[in-house]
């Protein structure tokens, strides 16, 4: 399929990371998105300003305001307002068509597509996005599947479009609260993983800034290295582990202390979450 218009409905940070991904990126399909092609529904009026300075585009405060075909409308809003927002999505003349109007795509998280198609125009095609926040730098990971009425040449395009800002899978809606807990909130988990890391070399008389840009680059690097080689996570875990040296001594003393047990419970519980976010 080929897209023309796009709204961005929620111009927050990940709706910002998406428009500004995509306008910058010269990889097929983004690469066809002119600023002038692109409208943001968004109500705060320094926010509005902000990214018709920054990027060229139109801004408007309400969904409502629309009133031109749009070919795509991406609901980056926050789940716990998404309902609310649909209503005035579903209600605007340049938004209805069923199959002949335009393609949503959600990147709310836990919002499964049925409850999400049950707000929107009757037919409208759906696609349920689960990207992270390191789109801001062209490098997310994001989950995509299929929704309501969506064509699989559908899917296949927003995929596309989400993997010009990283990389983007074509999963089952079933596998995406999974998704939501590894990659939704992984960043996190890894932030964390950094913070931690520079708190122990500090303990143990590190600059506590020195610190940190090892143990950040050491996460860079390491990914670097498992993505650009032929190497698994296992093989990249012993290649740096000699017998009797540091590192198994780290990894025992971490694997003794509940490390893989504390990423389980993590993920878990998002998933947990996410499910719980489906019923709001």
Not at 61 to 88: C, F, R, Y
Not at 114 to 131: N, Y
Not at 239 to 263: E, I, R
Request: with cysteine; aromatic share 4%; charged share 15%.
């Amino acid at each position: 399929m080929t897209a023309r218009t796009f709204a961005i409905v929620g111009g927050g940070k990940m709706g910002e990371a998406i428009l500004s991904g995509w306008l910058a990126s010269d990889a097929v399909p983004a690469d066809a998105i002119q600023p002038s092609d692109v409208t943001v529904v968004e109500p705060g009026d320094e926010r509005r300003a902000f990214l018709e300075t920054t990027y060229g585009v139109t801004c408007v405060a309400d969904a409502s305001h629309i009133q031109h075909h749009v070919d795509v409308v991406v609901l980056s809003v926050k789940p716990q307002v998404m309902m609310a927002v649909l209503q005035t999505v579903a209600q605007n003349p340049a938004f209805q068509g069923g199959a002949e109007g335009p393609l949503f795509v959600s990147i709310a998280a836990g919002l499964t597509t049925d409850r999400i198609a049950s707000a929107l125009p009757q037919g409208a095609p759906l696609v349920r996005v689960m990207p992270n926040m390191p789109l801001m730098v062209g490098a997310g990971a994001s989950g995509v599947c299929k929704g309501a009425y969506a064509t699989d040449e559908q899917v296949q395009y927003v995929a596309d479009l989400f993997g010009c800002l990283g990389r983007a899978v074509v999963v089952d809606e079933t596998q995406m609260d999974a998704v939501c807990a590894v990659s939704g909130s992984g960043p996190a988990y890894v932030a964390a993983m950094v913070e931690a890391l520079r708190d122990a070399g500090a303990a143990q008389g590190l600059d506590p800034d020195l610190a940190e840009v090892l143990a950040l680059q050491t996460v860079l690097g390491t990914a670097r290295l498992i993505d650009e080689t032929d190497l698994t996570p296992q093989t990249a875990r012993e290649a740096v582990c000699s017998p009797g040296g540091t590192t198994l001594a780290a990894l025992d003393a971490m694997n003794a202390a509940g490390f893989a047990q504390v990423f389980d419970a993590g993920v878990d519980a998002a998933v947990v979450r996410s499910k719980e976010l489906a019923k709001m």
